[in-house]
Nanobody, 124 residues
Framework: QAQLAESGGGSVQAGGSLRLSCAAS????MGWFRQSPGKERVFVAS????????YYADDVKGRFTISRDSAKNTAFLQMNSLKPEDTATYYC?????????????????????WGPGSQVTVSS
């Protein structure tokens, strides 16, 4: 079972930026999903362990950037040009495949349950 330590998030005005971090206990593909109240949890972005395979949801392309420090088993989600509709709880996940994270719905991590998540609130 993967151990994930999430950090970051917060509150910003529309157009602002935030950064999320997720440190894993081992070598995994990593990614983020988000869930707004009353809505399903949906894919945001994922990255392979090596960092050469990256996927984004259509509504965040060009605004969000996922990256990682493989030496530290840590992934980052840089969120720019934030919109009120980006408001959600963001959850980090670990998997064997960044592609699987981007295409499997509903998504279930093969390495364990979801963490507490990071709240992102964007005001207009």
């Amino acid at each position: 079972q993967a151990q994930l330590a999430e950090s970051g998030g917060g509150s910003v005005q529309a157009g602002g930026s935030l950064r999320l971090s997720c440190a894993a206990s081992g070598r995994y593909a990593m990614g983020w999903f988000r869930q707004s109240p009353g809505k399903e949890r949906v894919f945001v972005a994922s990255i392979s362990w090596v960092g050469d395979d990256i996927y984004y949801a259509d509504d965040v392309k060009g605004r969000f950037t996922i990256s990682r420090d493989s030496a530290k088993n840590t992934a980052f989600l840089q969120m720019n040009s934030l919109k009120p509709e980006d408001t959600a709880t963001y959850y980090c996940a670990a998997d064997r495949s960044a592609y699987r994270m981007s295409t499997t719905s509903p998504y279930v991590s093969p390495f364990g349950s979801w963490g507490p998540g990071s709240q992102v609130t964007v005001s207009s």
